[in-house]
T-cell receptor, first 112, second 114 residues
Framework: SAVISQKPSRDICQRGTSLTIQCQVD?????MFWYRQQPGQSLTLIAT?????????ESGFVIDKFPISRPNLTFSTLTVSNMSPEDSSIYLC?????????FGPGTRLTVL | GDSVTQMEGPVTLSEEAFLTINCTYT??????LFWYVQYPGEGLQLLLK?????DKGSNKGFEATYRKETTSFHLEKGSVQVSDSAVYFC?????????????FGSGTQLTVLP
């Protein structure tokens, strides 16, 4: 398995501002993923973050809105830029180990 | 493309009742199959998994069997507890042996009443 932490655990932000979410893993991993879970919904993959290369974004998500950094094999950040109330969601990072993904506790974001 | 269809919720059961949450999938290859659980206010936890046909995953009294002939991975528990109240997600990964992108079902909310 993997021990994954996220910061912050929750935040309330004003419209038009940006928030950077951090994801820390207890050991080196090649693949890290960022998901969004809108209220009452399932998870949607935002992007895959591999160390040393640009993140790969899924359809409907763009780098200008969700810039991602992956400076090393244990850490990644996701920024939610120019936020609107529609960005209110839980944001989760996950890591791949073998055929399994393990998830962090999530960041609960509310945009007013 | 790959897809996962889960039983619609919410599901409400009394303590010690039998639980089944249906999950069927569509995939072009040989996926691994997973059940994740999300307790209130928390992230996703891996509940169990199966990587090939006829494998049975089990954990905490929950079981699911990978049925290739019916493309199903139904979650069962013989006697649920109040503490099992959570949202359950069925998911598949599209390549056995590597952590590839997960495809999730819509989730099933389970409430267990004392």
């Amino acid at each position: 398995s993997a021990v994954i932490s996220q910061k912050p655990s929750r935040d309330i932000c004003q419209r038009g501002t940006s928030l950077t979410i951090q994801c820390q893993v207890d050991s080196q991993v090649t693949m890290m993923f960022w998901y969004r879970q809108q209220p009452g919904q399932s998870l949607t993959l935002i992007a895959t973050a591999n160390q040393g290369s640009e993140a790969t974004y899924e359809s409907g998500f763009v780098i200008d809105k969700f810039p991602i950094s992956r400076p090393n094999l244990t850490f990644s950040t996701l920024t939610v830029s120019n936020m609107s109330p529609e960005d209110s969601s839980i944001y989760l990072c996950s890591v791949g180990r073998g055929d399994t993904q393990y998830f962090g506790p999530g960041t609960r974001l509310t945009v007013l | 493309g790959d897809s996962v269809t889960q039983m619609e919720g919410p599901v409400t059961l009394s303590e010690e009742a039998f639980l089944t949450i249906n999950c069927t999938y569509t995939a072009t290859g040989y996926p691994s199959l997973f059940w994740y659980v999300q307790y209130p206010g928390e992230g996703l936890q891996l509940l169990l998994k199966a990587t090939k046909a006829d494998d049975k995953g089990s954990n905490k009294g929950f079981e699911a069997t990978y049925r290739k002939e019916t493309t199903s991975f139904h979650l069962e528990k013989g006697s649920v507890q109040v503490s099992d109240s959570a949202v359950y997600f069925c998911a598949l990964s599209d390549r056995r042996g590597s952590a590839r992108q997960l495809t999730f079902g819509s989730g099933t909310q389970l409430t267990v009443l004392p």
